[in-house]
Structures are given as C-alpha cells and as structure tokens.
C-alpha cells in the first residue's frame, strides 16, 4: 500500500457523501466531534469547501474536502486515489446523497414491461430453464 500523507494514527476515517448542506453536513459536524478524521464529500468544488471552512471555523478541524458526484462514476477512482494515498483506510461510510430513481412515464413503463417480458423469454431460452423441467415466473425472471 502507498505511504500515507497524513498521519491516521489510531483514528477513524469516515467519508460522507452530499455534505456540503443538510443532514450529510451535520453527520460531519457530529463525526468530526466525536474523533473522526472526516472525508466532506460534495458534487461542487466551491460549496464543499466552504462548508469544510465552515466547520473548522466551528472547530472541527481534522475535515478535508474531496469532490464526489454519486451520479458520475468518473469521479469515484479519485476519491479512492485520494483515501488510499492520504489515509490508507476507510472505517465508515455514510453514503447521505440521495438519488431518486430514475421518473417514468406510464408509455414508457408499458414499453418496458414488454420489452422485460421479451428478454425474460429469450433469457429462458436461452438458459433452457423450461427444458430442465424448472418453473419460471411471467416475466421469465
Ligand atoms: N430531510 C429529511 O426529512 C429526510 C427524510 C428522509 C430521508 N432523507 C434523506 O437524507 C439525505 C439528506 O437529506 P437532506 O434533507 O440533508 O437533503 P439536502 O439538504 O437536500 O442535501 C442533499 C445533499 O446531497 C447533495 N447531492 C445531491 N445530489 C448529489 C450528487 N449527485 N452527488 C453528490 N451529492 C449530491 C446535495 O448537494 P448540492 O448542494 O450540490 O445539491 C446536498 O449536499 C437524502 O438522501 C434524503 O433523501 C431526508
């Protein structure tokens, strides 16, 4: 494993996701006084380390700013880079962000089901379930 750049001692590491603001700021706040060296991950550079500021001004100062879209996956080797070299382990995760689902519409809903019962037959043929006697579901899942 790389050599580490700053010292984890016997502390925690803990990275918390979408934590400029909110909830994922406050579980920061929370860690970073109990004794966690904390990792304040947020999607836009400047609003991250404005709030990484803002918690050291309220005396939190073992937290550093690392950029993380949960949306882009580009931006996770980095994040992974920077824990490795910086830290050389993770102790918790606190994956605050959250993502809802993808909205569709009810058109594009029933095109799916078609289309998953499709797969689903083909996916039957091709494994030869029904062949070996075994029982699948409608959608051939
Ligand atoms: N508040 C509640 O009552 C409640 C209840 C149940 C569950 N939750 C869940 O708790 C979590 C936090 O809630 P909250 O009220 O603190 O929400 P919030 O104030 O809206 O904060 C959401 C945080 O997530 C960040 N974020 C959004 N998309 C992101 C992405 N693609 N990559 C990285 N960060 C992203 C936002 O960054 P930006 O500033 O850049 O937008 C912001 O920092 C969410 O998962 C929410 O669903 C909240």
Redo the contacts with the bound molecule.
């Keep these: 494993m790389a050599e580490t750049t700053i010292n984890p001692g016997t502390k925690r590491i803990a990275i918390v996701?979408?934590?400029?603001?909110?909830?994922?700021?406050?579980i920061c706040k929370q860690l970073a006084s109990n004794g966690v060296r904390v990792v304040l991950?947020?999607?836009?550079v400047r609003?991250g380390n404005e709030a990484v500021e803002k918690l050291k001004a309220a005396g939190c100062s073992d937290v550093f700013f690392h950029q993380?879209?949960?949306?882009?996956p580009t931006s996770i080797p980095a994040l992974v880079d920077f824990i490795k070299t910086q830290f050389g382990k993770l102790d918790i995760l606190v994956n605050?962000?959250?993502?809802?689902g993808n909205i569709v519409s009810e058109e594009e809903r029933r095109k799916l089901s078609v289309d998953q019962v499709c797969l689903g037959q083909r996916g039957r043929e091709r494994r030869g379930v029904e062949s070996r006697g075994m029982r699948s579901t409608d959608n051939g899942i």
């Design positions: 996701t979408g934590a400029n603001k909110g909830i994922g700021f406050e991950t947020a999607r836009d609003r993380l879209d949960v949306m882009d605050n962000a959250g993502i809802s």
